[in-house]
């Protein structure tokens, strides 16, 4: 089992609706999670960091955690075509100091 | 404010030479990482550095990767001899000191091609 999970995709929605990005990580222990944003051949850009349970929002986009489940989604509202990208989930388990885990990333392309 | 700065973007070598990959963290930043994405795999974990100092080194793959730090300010890591898996692109990341989850910011990247 991986440490940290993600659907590869490629997810596609259309322009306007919502795109739901989902994570599961293995360490129950783990603490602090993030939502970095890649676009092609560029380096992974910060979007979210969560590391309460519920929900955190920021702009059109919001992290939700659920520690007991393990799992740790991102949802981008009135997605545009600019949120065409890999979404990367990345986790600090709980005997790591600092040591990002990521996932392999989810595709995400948004259609006009 | 500057964000993370790599240097080189690109290097072809070929196999048995040695590289050396600079990085410049966010002025103030203690903290720094060494990441690396292979073809086709997540981004993996290589070192962490609080200012000069190796936190965890866990990730490194062996003995030709070496990693400095000196002064606390940028970092170098050096690939002697390269091989052809070492192939794929070096990321590197600083956060500030306090939490030790604190926020990491990423630089550009070296992609890194061994022939």
């Known amino acids: 089992q991986k440490e940290v999970e993600q659907n590869s995709g490629p997810l596609s929605v259309p322009e306007g609706a919502i795109a739901s990005l989902n994570c599961t990580y293995s360490?129950?222990?783990?603490?602090?999670f993030f939502w970095y944003r890649q676009y092609s051949g560029k380096s992974p850009e910060l979007i979210m960091s969560?590391?309460?349970?519920g929900d955190k929002e920021d702009g059109r986009f919001t992290a939700q955690l659920n520690k007991a489940s393990q799992y740790v989604s991102l949802l981008i509202r009135d997605s545009q075509p600019s949120d065409s990208a890999t979404y990367l989930c990345a986790v600090i388990g709980g005997t790591s100091y600092g040591k990002l885990t990521f996932g392999q990333g989810t595709i995400l392309t948004v259609h006009p | 404010e500057a964000g993370v700065t790599q240097f080189p973007s690109h290097s072809v070598i070929e196999k048995g030479q040695t590289v050396t990959l600079r990085c410049d963290p966010i002025s103030g930043h203690d903290n720094l990482y060494w990441y690396r994405r292979v073809m086709g795999k997540e981004i993996k974990f290589l070192l962490h550095f609080v200012k000069e100092s190796k936190q965890d080194e866990s990730g490194m793959p062996n003995n030709r990767f070496l990693a400095e730090r000196t002064g606390g300010t940028y970092s170098t890591l050096k690939v002697q001899p390269a091989e052809l898996e070492d192939s794929g692109v070096y990321f590197c990341?600083?956060?500030?000191?306090?939490?030790?989850?604190?926020?990491?910011?990423f630089g550009p990247g070296t992609r890194l091609t061994v022939l």
């Open positions: 969560i590391y309460s349970n």
């Open positions: 990341a600083s956060s500030q000191s306090g939490r030790w989850d604190n926020e990491q910011f």
């Open positions: 360490d129950r222990v783990s603490q602090s």
